[in-house]
């Protein structure tokens, strides 16, 4: 619930953990559970409840759980506590429940700070003691004022929607006694495997695993868009313009100056000495017109023209007394496509930019 990392569990894998006992009436009823459906679960114990109530703590490594601690007094100021009065706290939780089991050495070195008011001074110092510090990854809200069916409900819901973890209850209340029974067969029912955690010894070793098992959200190749880091959102309270960048904040050797790829001498002078292209190399041939009349109507269109123009031509010709016949007639055979082309596009609407035709047209 607080950290990046947690249990390196696979896919339906649930941790039961009980905060804040032994209190006989509600922490033997859970044992009597536990025991029924064969599951090893984790207790963080407070050292008050231990030391007003040894016998409790002895059952549940009788039992063959594993037994942490929970501070002294369950103090809900782990957050702002200087270290020395959360350092007493800790050790308070831990001496008198050691000194409440037969064999101290079945005490684990699990903590879970009261209330998860986690500070970074406290992680630190358990860590230096070689105490692995705990949380949750879901609780089930069992120390409110919930009904016993409400805590099934958010218990399975909330495990439901990770599909593993560890879940948070509290050996103390009534409503966790009542759930429990019906969230185990739920458990089971669902395809739940209850892991018990140990701590290692040398003669049960750590579980081998990689660091990547321990992250909460582990990065996936399946869904590498749910992985993107979250764009920041900058508040521009200043608009000023920043300075341009010199060469000098780029390293760029003052030798080559141009950031652009380096051009041998050879280029430069083919570069250089590249002819600008004739107006040759755009001429288009006279028959490539055609591609602009290809449909049959401007086909048709184009020769109607064509012959409109040569009738006028003829007839004007005929009054300048033939002197400039022949030059005008060729002249009007090649400007009848052009114009037919106008013709076209008027009578269709939609004018089409064709770089022949201007380059025609100019020529
Ligand atoms: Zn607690």
New binding site residues.
Partial sequence: MQYRETLPLKDHEVVLTF??GPLPKYSNQVLKILDDECIKATF?I?GSQAKANPEGVRKLVAAGHTVGT?SMN?PLTFDRMPVEKFEPEINGGIEWTSAAMTDPSKLAPFF?I??LMRAEGVENYLISRGIQVWSADFPADDWRHVSSDRVYQLAIQRLEAKGKGILLL?DIQARTVAALPKIIRDLKARGYRIVHVVPATAERPATPTTPVEWLLHPPTETVPIARWPAVPRFAFTQTTMLPAPSLADLNAETAHQSLLPRRTKGQMDIASTLPVPGRALFAIPEGSIEVLLSTTLSRRAATRLAMAAETAHAARGKVAKGKAARPQARHTAHAAPAAAKHAAQAKSGTPRPTRVASLKKRA
Avoid: A, L, Q, V
Wanted: charged residues 30%.
């Fill in positions: 905060d804040d963080f407070i929970h369950h879970r009261p209330g509290h």
